[in-house]
């Protein structure tokens, strides 16, 4: 059984930074991509950025290019999003989802995710 947990989240002012962490667990993920998604209230939820573990190719929302990067360690089994520069728009329910990809480019549609994590919250104050 795939389980997701992340952890980081939390309150911080504009211009700050915060790390997501994603502790995967239950398999062997070599042929998984992980996506990390947001949900602000009243929103659809939307792809912030995806990696494929077993490689380099990762995939970034226009609107946090420049300022957000995943990254993988393998060894702990754990995905991270390193966040720079946090606007108030930033403020979301952050989600780590993973699933079955063996090629391709990362899955970028929360439909194709089939594992998901319990979210973190991130609010980022004016």
């Known amino acids: 059984q795939v389980q997701l947990v992340e952890s980081g989240g939390g309150l911080v002012q504009a211009g700050g930074s915060l790390r997501l962490s994603c502790a995967a667990s239950g398999r062997t993920f070599s042929t998984y991509d992980v996506g990390w998604f947001r949900q602000a209230p009243g929103k659809e939820r939307e792809i912030v950025a995806a990696i494929k573990w077993s490689g380099d190719i990762t995939y970034d929302a226009d609107s946090v290019k420049g300022r957000f990067t995943i990254s993988r360690d393998h060894a702990k089994n754990t995905i991270y999003l390193q966040m720079n520069s946090l606007k108030p728009e930033d403020t979301a329910v952050y989600y780590c989802?993973?699933?079955?990809?063996?090629?391709?480019?990362?899955?970028?549609?929360?439909?194709?995710?089939?594992?998901w994590g319990q979210g973190t919250q991130v609010t980022v104050s004016s």
């Open positions: 989802a993973a699933d079955f990809a063996p090629t391709g480019a990362p899955m970028i549609s929360s439909y194709e995710y089939g594992y």
